[in-house]
């Protein structure tokens, strides 16, 4: 089945060529960059690309739409595979958009497979009933999950406790009103990634950094509360503003921006041990690594 490309996966030309991992036929749902244990980092993007197979055409969308937010992170998926390059880990990227299925929530989630995006009616999404839900499920969100496990297992086998940073990016403007922040982290009850992070990119004065805006990141299921807050691992998504990594040099300027800050970051023992924090989301059933 043929790819479509986003203008994310044709940038970054310095990063490292991913790795494409088919499950369950030919389209590939996910995409791995290889990196080594010793970094103690896993870079997670859950909204990389728009990529759509080919038997679900656009989900009856205009290819506009799909090219704007709603069909994927605009520039995360650079800023990823950037970052990866310069700090050697390991990254994992979905190979597919988030309105044939979002795999930053939880498979009970009712906004697992969106019928209407930011004024958008998906067709293709309009009658999917539990059994279409329950298959991209199988096909779609649980391999990139398991793709998620398995570089973490790769790491604790390695005796290497990781944190994980998960890429996303927001929009400039939000229903008429501009948003004033570069970049935020994102972040639930475990502030060891995400405080310090906070800090040192806003040290230097010339950026607005938000702590939980323009989004909470206490949403119960989702990609780290299931990979980081139940494993107990450090974890923290950071948003970048969309039209500041639309293009190839804004992407990998991020990508050098947090590449400065992260490896002082990661030498602090606090991030590669494995804590409980919670949630406040409610009690979490803890998944022992």
């Known amino acids: 089945m043929m790819l479509r490309r986003t203008p994310d996966e044709n940038a970054a030309e310095s990063a490292p060529a991913p790795a494409a991992v088919a499950e369950g036929g030919d389209y590939a749902p996910f995409e791995r960059i290889a990196g080594a244990a010793e970094s103690g980092l896993i870079l997670l993007c859950d909204h990389a690309s728009n990529a759509l197979p080919a038997?679900?055409?656009d989900l009856g969308l205009p290819r506009a739409e799909l090219e704007r937010h709603i069909g994927y992170d605009i520039g995360a998926a650079g800023v990823t595979r950037a970052l990866a390059a310069r700090m050697g880990c390991p990254a994992v990227l979905t190979h597919f958009s988030r309105l044939l299925i979002d795999p930053n929530r939880g498979e009970d989630?009712?906004?697992?497979?969106?019928r209407l995006s930011d004024g958008?009616?998906?067709p293709g999404n309009r009658h999917v009933d539990d059994a279409e839900i329950a298959r991209r499920i199988a096909r779609f969100h649980r391999p990139y999950h398991r793709a998620i496990e398995a570089e973490i297992a790769r790491m604790l086998a390695a005796g290497v406790v990781p944190a994980l940073l998960s890429v996303h990016s927001f929009t400039p403007v939000w229903r008429g009103?501009?948003?004033p922040w570069h970049a935020?982290?994102?972040w639930d009850l475990d502030p060891r990634l995400a405080r310090p992070l906070i800090e040192a990119l806003a040290a230097p004065g010339d950026l607005v950094v938000g702590d939980n805006e323009p989004y909470d990141g206490a949403l119960r299921n989702d990609c780290l509360f299931r990979h980081g807050t139940?494993?107990?691992l450090?974890?923290?998504l950071i948003e970048i503003r969309q039209d500041l990594i639309a293009a190839p040099d804004g992407q990998t300027?991020?990508?050098?921006?947090l590449a400065a800050v992260l490896p002082a970051l990661l030498a602090q023992p606090e991030l590669h041990r494995v804590s409980a924090f919670g949630s406040r989301t409610g009690p979490v059933a803890p998944i022992f690594t």
């Open 55 to 57: 038997e679900y055409g």
């Open 109 to 114: 989630d009712p906004t697992l497979v969106m």
């Open 120 to 122: 958008a009616v998906v």
């Open 177 to 179: 009103v501009p948003r």
């Open 184 to 186: 935020a982290l994102l």
């Open 230 to 232: 139940a494993r107990g």
């Open 234 to 236: 450090p974890h923290a």
């Open 253 to 257: 300027g991020w990508a050098d921006r």
